[in-house]
């Protein structure tokens, strides 16, 4: 039966001018895109790997492309800005394959959630060093093993980088009678994260792949779901998305009391620096430096400003020793960073071409329709959305909260659809084949047949193969194979090697040049004053 409730989302302008004169100009060709891909290193039997960082793969707090994130066992891909999808894909087939030819017999776990892991205490927290930079590094993550857990931040996900180009920027400008600055591409760029804020419920409905997990994630804690049991020991949720975004993965109670605004970027600088110097209750029993003793950085409600999760970040690359939030201040936002993907487990890499188009037409769409500020209201009802999906997103008849209003999820992803087709074709004027075109038809088929979803084709194929364990384990093999096939196509094998070696020659560098002691160091950084535009 057809839904009588109607979406609202097409009393948003969008402009349409805008993009097409753009696409005339060529300005679109250059919008410039990156990767970074997490995945767990596991043994052949299928268990956590507990080995240090591989040597050959260089030094992770100075490599450009492999390094660790929360753990030695969790390695982190990461390829720099490009404008050709095909390039940033054989970018990563590169990392990939450098790194399963030097790993020995440890595979690439495929998938979100972790793999079994017995207990919680045997995750080894990365190691970058004895530098201050790399003991701080170190420390961060105590504070998250002490404040969160460490089996939340063994789970893995897929970050996109995305920026428009500064013609586009200047073009657009030009249209709008106004003049291509700093402050107004970072109003811009906001306006992005608001209206991604609104719909960003699409992405783990179409890409989330964690309808389930290992029982070993939940043992212990308190979770209010009914899950469903596979095989020996897997969990899941008959409709659910990405339970890697629901609030088994990256929440934090500390954090949901936290109003981060994305109405202006003063306001998102302020209130994360507010949040790193507000002392919290709940982590005052940490000893932050007390006799040199570091379980975490500090006793506030964030220890630094990434510690704040959210699916989306505006970002500007940082200098050496400065923090995320005076970099904003004083450059303003050169990027956006999506974390609200989930690995792909039907690519060997984590995430195909396919998504990166239909990404573009997302954010493009979200740059150029509307986005009125948020009050408080409008702001919680993005999260009840993202929540409701990440448990349910595939079950017939799912409503969601739009201006007070419940609405069918399926009526306003088509209203969504309408306007990701125009872009698209728009976007394909660029190129001599309709990969944009494609893409969003392609993603229209989800929305017509859950059972497409990404989500929907792992849990049924665990229904017919067996527990995540099990068919985590198989694929991991089969992408050791696949990835060991791979041809060279950016950096050779003999690139990989300098490149680690480089890095542990840096890596050196930066140790052999601090005077400071660690608690010196940690006292001086958070004693810096903030830093202000035309300080």
């Known amino acids: 039966m057809e839904s009588t409730l109607r979406p609202l989302t097409h009393d948003l302008s969008y402009d349409f001018d805008a993009l097409k004169s753009a696409s005339a100009f060529c300005a679109l060709s250059d919008i410039k895109r990156g990767v970074e891909r997490e995945c767990l290193r596991i043994n052949p039997t299928g268990m956590l790997a507990l080995t240090p960082h591989p040597k050959a793969l260089g030094a992770a707090l100075t490599h450009e492309s492999i390094t660790t994130d929360y753990s030695e066992s969790l ?40 793999c079994f892991i017995e207990n919680a205490q045997d995750i080894p927290i990365a190691y970058f060093g004895e530098s201050n930079v790399g003991k701080m590094k170190k420390a961060y993550r105590m504070g998250l093993r002490n ?50 804020r609104r719909s960003c419920w699409l992405i783990p409905y179409l890409f989330g792949a964690s309808p389930a997990l290992c029982s070993s994630f939940v043992a212990g804690r308190e979770h209010g779901l009914d899950f469903k049991k596979l095989g020996r020991g897997t969990l899941y949720l008959p409709y659910a998305t990405s339970l890697r ?54 006793k506030n409600v964030l220890q630094i400003e990434n510690e704040f999760y959210s699916p989306i970040r505006p970002k500007q690359p940082t200098a050496s020793g400065e923090k995320p939030t ?83 999820m399926r009526d306003w992803a088509e209203a969504l659809f309408s306007r990701y087709a125009e872009v698209a074709a728009i976007m394909d004027e660029n190129y001599a084949d309709h990969r944009y075109s494609e893409a969003v038809k392609r993603e229209w088929q989800k929305v017509e047949d859950p059972e497409l979803t990404f989500s929907g084709r792992w849990l049924n194929k665990l229904l017919a193969e067996g527990d995540n364990a099990v068919v985590g384990r198989e694929l991991a093999e089969t992408y050791r194979q696949q990835i060991g096939d791979f041809n060279y196509h950016f950096k050779s094998a003999e690139d990989f090697v300098a490149e680690a070696q480089r890095s542990v020659a840096a890596q050196q560098e930066i140790e052999a040049s601090d005077t ?17 535009k035309n300080a």
């Open 75 to 114: 390695l982190e891909f990461i390829t720099p800005p490009e404008s050709d999808v095909n390039t940033t894909q054989a970018q990563l087939e590169d990392v990939h394959k450098f790194t399963i030819d030097n790993i020995g017999e440890e595979r690439l776990w495929p998938l979100s959630m972790p």
């Open 147 to 196: 404040r969160y857990g460490s089996m939340m931040q063994v789970i893995s996900g897929v970050h996109f980088n995305f920026s428009v180009p500064d013609a586009f920027w200047q073009h657009l400008a030009t249209q709008k009678g106004v003049e291509a600055t700093q402050d107004w591409v970072s109003e811009q760029y906001f306006s992005l994260i608001r209206n991604y």
């Open 516 to 532: 400071d002691s660690f608690s010196e160091f940690i006292t001086d950084y958070f004693a810096r004053e903030p830093a202000k």
């Open 326 to 408: 005076d970099a904003l201040a004083l450059r303003g936002v050169s990027y956006i960073e999506v974390r609200a993907l989930d690995v792909n487990p039907f690519s060997p890499v984590g995430i195909d071409k396919e998504q990166m188009h239909f990404l573009d037409v997302f954010l493009m769409a979200c740059l150029l329709t509307e986005s009125p500020k948020f009050d408080a209201e409008r702001y919680k009802e993005t999260e009840v959305n993202l929540n409701r999906v990440v448990v349910e997103g595939r079950k017939p008849g799912l409503t969601l909260l739009q201006n007070e209003q419940e609405v069918a």
């Open 245 to 298: 975004m629901s609030g088994l993965g990256y929440t934090s109670n500390e954090q949901s009391s936290l109003r981060i605004c994305y109405n202006s970027i003063d306001t998102y600088v302020r209130l994360l620096r507010e949040a790193m110097y507000t002392p919290s209750k709940n982590y005052s029993g940490f000893a932050a430096g007390e006799g040199g003793n570091y379980q975490q950085l500090s």
